[in-house]
């Protein structure tokens, strides 16, 4: 079982910088492959980015290609790094682990799931 905790949300101007943190419990956190998705209101949950266990392999949604950044450490933390940031960001921002070793864009893929953290991004 793997709980999972977003932070590091808020409002920001457009052009501003924010980094999300995903805590995560577990004593096997490194063999999770993680991502973010994010979902504004009214649309669906989409895809932003994934990393694998090692943290050698990123992938990116289109959207966000060349301004999000994702990372983790050995402590059980995951980091999305969005500089750039545009209105069309404004999302609720979700981490989610998933046990097979394989980088996905896909929700159903993913077995856990944090609560989502709120980013308002102003213009």
């Known amino acids: 079982q793997v709980q999972l905790v977003e932070s590091g949300g808020g409002l920001v101007q457009a052009g501003d910088s924010l980094r999300l943190s995903c805590a995560a419990s577990g004593r096997t956190f490194s063999s999770y492959y993680m991502g973010w998705f994010r979902q504004a209101p009214g649309k669906e949950r989409e895809f932003v980015a994934a990393i694998s266990g090692s943290g050698l392999i990123t992938h990116y949604g289109d959207a966000v290609k060349g301004r999000f950044t994702i990372s983790r450490d050995n402590a059980n933390t995951v980091y999305l790094q969005m500089n750039s940031l545009e209105p069309d960001d404004t999302a609720v921002y979700y981490c989610?682990?998933?046990?097979?070793?394989?980088?996905?864009?896909?929700?159903?893929?993913?077995?856990?799931w944090g609560k989502g953290t709120q980013v308002t991004v102003s213009s």
């Open positions: 989610a682990a998933k046990r097979s070793s394989t980088i996905s864009a896909v929700l159903i893929d993913y077995d856990y």
